[in-house]
């Protein structure tokens, strides 16, 4: 169900489009008060007090996204999973990781991750910089004690340089911290601010098709937009969904509160298109029926075959130009 406040907003939109008797300007009017229900993607995120983004600390986060030797065999760095080329996914069900081994989720993109307030399916961490180190120690990811990573990063005299750089006046920058530190400076610099759907949010009317328009009115009126709302359309919040043949238990692992079982954080819908496979285990391999199990199983609604392609449609309109990026030459 939308929630209170957005069946009011989807309800006071109904009424204004009602109360004017032009249907010329009924038509502005309602798109406008469409618009007003999404919020256009700035080109970075919030940038938390005490962090900087100085553009030593944005390289040497990006050296290291690329570098493996942050990985017990040497051969996995973030990259792996999350590929520049595919969407800074993977495109398989579940990621793979550590000796081939298969985990229990879905990779979702770092694209536009510094807009979530919430990272991972479960939302154990509250932003990227607590993230960054998860997967270096992960078993089944990189399987790498962080005391090893600073050693080895330190063998290198331009790590130690750039670590200088990033971090001025620091006796001993090779720290944990200032790997986490670099790693979510770069991450805030992925952003896709340049899709059709922003460009349409920005007063371009020409950026979406006329299905896509029809898709995005559905997408509010239907009441996707009470979960998928803001910047980066996720609330960050936590929904149960129970996917067909899925024991991952989600938030509930986290707060071991009986509210949380099988709730998962609303992903990002910005670049969808590109990042399929769906949902936290990666079951659902296209958008039409990822769509149709979002109507069912959080909307009880079930869509009619032209409704889906236009919903589909719209997603489409949320793939922004991807970030440019020079390909670090790793020592
Ligand atoms: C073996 C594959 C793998 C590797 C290597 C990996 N990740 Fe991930 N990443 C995942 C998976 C799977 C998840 C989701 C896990 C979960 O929710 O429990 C994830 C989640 C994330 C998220 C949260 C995004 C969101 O929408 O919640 C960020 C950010 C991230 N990874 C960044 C990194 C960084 C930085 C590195 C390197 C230090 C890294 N990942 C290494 C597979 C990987
Ligand atoms: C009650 C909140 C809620 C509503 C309403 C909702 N969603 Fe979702 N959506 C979620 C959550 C939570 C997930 C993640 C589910 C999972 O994988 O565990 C999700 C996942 C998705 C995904 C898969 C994204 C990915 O990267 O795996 C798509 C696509 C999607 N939603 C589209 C829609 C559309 C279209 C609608 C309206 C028809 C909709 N959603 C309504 C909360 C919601």
Redesign the pocket.
């Known amino acids: 169900m939308p929630k209170p406040a957005t069946r009011k907003l989807l309800a006071s939109v109904a009424a204004g489009a009602m109360a004017i008797a032009s249907p010329a300007i009924a038509q502005d009017v309602s798109m406008q008060e469409y618009i007003d229900l999404f919020e256009p993607l700035p080109a970075l995120p919030p940038i938390p007090s005490g962090t900087t983004m100085s553009a030593e600390r944005i390289d040497l986060g990006r050296m290291l996204f690329f570098e493996p030797r942050i990985s017990s065999s040497g051969v996995i760095s973030c990259a792996t999973c999350h590929n520049p080329a595919l969407g800074w996914t993977d495109r398989i069900p579940r990621a793979v990781g550590h000796q081939g081994q298969v985990g229990d989720r879905n990779t979702p993109t770092v694209l536009n991750s510094g807009f979530l307030e919430a990272q991972f399916?479960d939302g154990r961490e509250p932003d990227l910089e607590g993230q960054a180190l998860g997967p270096i120690e992960a078993d089944i990811e990189m399987a790498m004690s962080l005391e090893e990573a600073i050693v080895r990063l330190n063998e290198f005299e331009i790590y130690r340089d750039m670590f200088s750089a990033a971090f001025p006046g620091e006796d001993d920058p090779v720290t944990p911290q200032n790997v986490a530190l670099s790693i979510a400076a770069f991450e805030r610099t992925l952003n896709t601010p340049n899709s059709p759907f922003n460009r349409y949010l920005m007063g371009d009317e020409m950026a979406m098709s006329e299905q896509q328009v029809r898709g995005m009115r559905l997408?509010a009126d239907?009441?996707?937009v009470?979960?998928?709302n803001g910047p980066a359309l996720t609330d960050s919040n936590f929904?149960r969904?129970e996917?067909p043949g899925s024991t991952d238990e989600g938030r509930f692992v986290v707060t071991g509160d009986e509210m949380d079982r099988f709730a998962?954080?609303?992903?990002t819908?910005l670049n969808?298109a590109v990042?399929y496979p769906?949902?936290?285990n990666g079951s659902v391999d296209n958008?039409h029926d990822?769509?149709q199990l979002?109507?069912d199983q959080?909307?009880g609604q079930e869509f009619a075959e032209d409704e889906l392609d236009d919903?589909v449609a719209f997603?489409h309109a949320l793939t922004g130009e991807m970030p440019r990026l020079e390909i670090p030459a790793l020592p």
């Open positions: 399916w997408f239907s009441g996707c009470a979960c998928h929904h969904f996917l998962f954080r609303t992903p819908l969808v990042t769906y949902f936290n958008l990822a769509v979002m109507g959080m909307l919903l997603l």
